[in-house]
Each structure stands twice: as C-alpha cells, then as structure tokens.
C-alpha cells in the first residue's frame, strides 16, 4: 500500500475509533507528520508532533531519561519507547507514535549501521516496536521509515497488533 493510502486509512480508523494521534520524529525530520496532514480532515484525530533530532529534545521536551541515552543510545528500542510515551504524555493523545534511526549517508556503526531505525508505538491497547535495518540512501530509509510506521499504526488499529 503506498504511503498516502495508509496514512489515509490510519486516519479512518484513528477516526472510527475516537482517538487522538501524536508524533514523536527523529530521523524522519516530519515526514510522518507531514504524510499525516496531507489528508482532508486530519485535524479531527491528529493533534501534532515533535522533532526530536537532538539529545536534548529528546530529554527536555520528551522526557526521555538521560540514562537511557547513555545507556542504549539515541537508536535503540528503549529510547524510541520512552520517546512514544513521553509524546503520549506531552500532546495529550492516546496514541503515539515515535520513530528513531540512523538515515546515513554516515553515522553508522558496526553494531548499529545506516539504516536502523526503530518505530514505537503506545496506546490504549498497549506498547510495541519494531527494528528495521534499511538498505537505502538517506532519502529512501526516511521514505521506508515513513512508510513502515503508518504500516504499524494501521495494523495496530485495525487488528490490535501488539
């Protein structure tokens, strides 16, 4: 399904399902929110996002603890959950989605390479995420990000996926 469609069907279905989204970004620069807000009508269950780039945002604004960052670093599950729920608790939703990777050209490492990207996820039915390793160049692993988030928020609202 190309990425309009899904952001078209999360939609519906946040929608008929009376929720509220909110988005925690990082590697996707919003994208996401962008994707999102393409569509007619999205101000009914979309609330916002924030663009957490830096360790400081992601402390500050999202609460993010400090020795999470140091222990497992900006990329790790651990952080893209605590990004979910610090989102959730920030723009007041029930459901956040929260993404975190290493888009490249460079950045990589041999345990975490470009194009590792961690999606979290929180709501009402409860707390997931996923670890993808993409294999394209900086633009195309933020299109796959993108892509594999809304992917999650569909599934997860339509089959309760957890």
Known sequence: METRALAQSAGELLKAQHLALGLAESCTGGMI????TDIPGSSEYFE?????YSYAVKRHLLG???STLERYGAVSAETVMAMARGARKVLNVDVALAITGIAGPSGGTADKPVGLTY???VSPRG???????????RRQNREQS?????????NHLENGEE
Request: net charge positive; hydrophobic share 50%; proline share 3%.
């Open 48 to 52: 916002g996002g924030v663009v957490a």
């Open 33 to 36: 929110a962008s994707c999102i």
């Open 146 to 154: 993108t892509r594999a988030a809304l992917e999650l928020l569909k």
């Open 64 to 66: 993010v603890p400090a």
């Open 119 to 121: 999606i979290g996820l």
């Open 127 to 137: 707390e997931l995420w996923r670890k993808y390793i993409w294999k394209g160049n």
